[in-house]
T-cell receptor, first 115, second 107 residues
Framework: DGGITQSPKYLFRKEGQNVTLSCEQN?????MYWYRQDPGQGLRLIYY???????QKGDIAEGYSVSREKKESFPLTVTSAQKNPTAFYLC??????????????FGNGTRLTVT | AQRVTQPEKLLSVFKGAPVELKCNYS??????LFWYVQYSRQRLQLLLR??SRESIKGFTADLNKGETSFHLKKPFAQEEDSAMYYC?????????FGTGTLLAVQP
């Protein structure tokens, strides 16, 4: 069954700790994205990657970091520098950006709570 | 600046009533717009795109360049339409989402 898997579903961390959210896809998609979903603010783009070993900052990249060492994996690290990390995080992928549009395929999300 | 505006956080209607979810955009050039939907406990998924000019689950959306709008409409709401709806604009390398509208269809 092809798709995007985000793990874990719920994550709890103490303030000051870095935490890494996993995103894996077996759709053979080139492009992957991390969005943050907050009530009343919609989806805001954190980072995206269009190809292995390359990624770009989105609109709210401060306090986050990513890597894209493998095509199927795009982990997101929420660092202690992120001032308001408690949120719902969504990972998405699409075959290739540009040209004929292919819709984003989303994971089920990870809810991160930092106390 | 490229932006998507959904003015309503919540839209509550009765079953059988018409529905219109508003979306306005700001974009220089020829826009590509989409509606995504998130049902309870399900993944966010594409509902429809303006290029296709399709009707999905009874929903339609027409791009109005003069009013810079892409409102989502359905003539008769069903309870299963209750969900979070996001309007999205295709930019150079990404999708820009609006803040979303929660549609609640009452029995």
């Amino acid at each position: 069954d092809g798709g995007i898997t985000q793990s874990p579903k719920y994550l709890f961390r103490k303030e000051g700790q870095n935490v890494t959210l996993s995103c894996e896809q077996n759709l053979n998609h080139d492009a992957m994205y991390w969005y943050r979903q907050d009530p009343g603010q919609g989806l805001r783009l954190i980072y995206y990657s269009q190809i292995v070993n390359d990624f770009q900052k989105g609109d709210i990249a401060e306090g986050y970091s990513v890597s894209r060492e493998k095509k199927e994996s795009f982990p997101l690290t929420v660092t202690s520098a992120q001032k308001n990390p408690t949120a719902f995080y969504l990972c998405a992928s699409t075959p290739k950006w540009g040209g004929q549009y292919s819709p984003l395929h989303f994971g089920n999300g990870t809810r991160l709570t930092v106390t | 600046a490229q932006r998507v505006t959904q003015p309503e956080k919540l839209l509550s209607v009765f079953k059988g009533a018409p529905v219109e979810l508003k979306c306005n955009y700001s974009y220089s050039g020829s826009p590509e717009l989409f509606w995504y939907v998130q049902y309870s406990r399900q993944r966010l998924q594409l509902l429809l795109r303006h290029i296709s000019r399709e009707s999905i689950k009874g929903f339609t959306a027409d791009l109005n360049k003069g009013e810079t709008s892409f409102h989502l409409k359905k003539p008769f709401a069903q309870e299963e339409d209750s969900a979070m709806y996001y309007c999205a604009l295709k930019s150079t390398n990404k999708l820009i989402f609006g803040t979303g509208t929660l549609l609640a269809v009452q029995p």
